[in-house]
């Protein structure tokens, strides 16, 4: 049952990677652009709150 959460967490931590390196790869300004997206998220909620 260990192994089941061990490999369930590995495959999570490795799509990560795969997703990080892809935006590197095929669109460098992709992370970028992720993280602006993220912020203005972040913002959105924070202003609702106000």
Do not use: M, Q, V
Not at 1 to 26: D, G, V
């Amino acid at each position: 049952r260990l192994w089941f959460w061990f490999t369930l967490f590995s495959e999570l931590k490795l799509e990560r990677y795969t997703n990080s390196i892809e935006y590197r790869t095929f669109d460098p300004d992709g992370e970028r652009k992720a993280r602006a997206r993220a912020r203005e998220h972040l913002c959105d909620i924070a202003a609702t709150e106000l």
